[in-house]
């Protein structure tokens, strides 16, 4: 087995990826915040002295996407078409669940920047409640779905 990000010395490179076909790709990754059940009332009730923490983490999430190239270095940087954000509630296990998808037309995949969208997301819920809990616990930061390019379709298990 080869390893793409290797360059012939065994140092790591980039990928040159200018002689593949731009075709649609998006990924969809997903991950969870766990919290104490008066951060999460105080979360959810919009009771947290920081302000909107779901809707700042919404807006951090798609800045993160934008900005994956800048944050993992063999990354390539991409034009994304789209990017969405979304918060699920579980007000029995006070956990809140971030889902994020990416979009693109282009010769890479967007799997990195929808997982940095759910990491950034996250970790902005956690910086803001963090006063009503530091004992949160970010879990399960995984890619869910992805298509587009040479290896077309691919979902986790289970789903």
Known sequence: MSLSHLS???SAAMVDVSAK???VRRA?????????PEAFVAVRD????????????????????????????????IAL??????????DASHT???????????PTGVEM??????????????DMA???DKGMRIEGIRLLEKSGGKSGTWRAEGM
């Open 8 to 10: 012939p010395d065994g």
């Open 21 to 23: 076909p731009a075709t």
């Open 28 to 36: 969809i990754a997903e991950g969870r915040i766990r919290m104490r």
């Open 46 to 77: 919009a009771q947290i002295a920081k302000g909107d923490v779901l809707g700042v983490a919404r807006v951090a999430g798609v800045m993160g996407a934008k900005r994956t190239a800048d944050l993992i270095p063999l990354c390539h940087p």
């Open 81 to 90: 078409h789209d990017v969405q954000v979304r918060f699920t509630l579980d």
């Open 96 to 106: 809140i669940h971030c889902e994020a998808e990416a979009a693109t037309a282009g």
């Open 113 to 126: 920047e929808a997982l940095t969208a759910v990491s950034i997301a996250l970790l902005t819920v956690y």
């Open 130 to 132: 963090k006063s009503a």
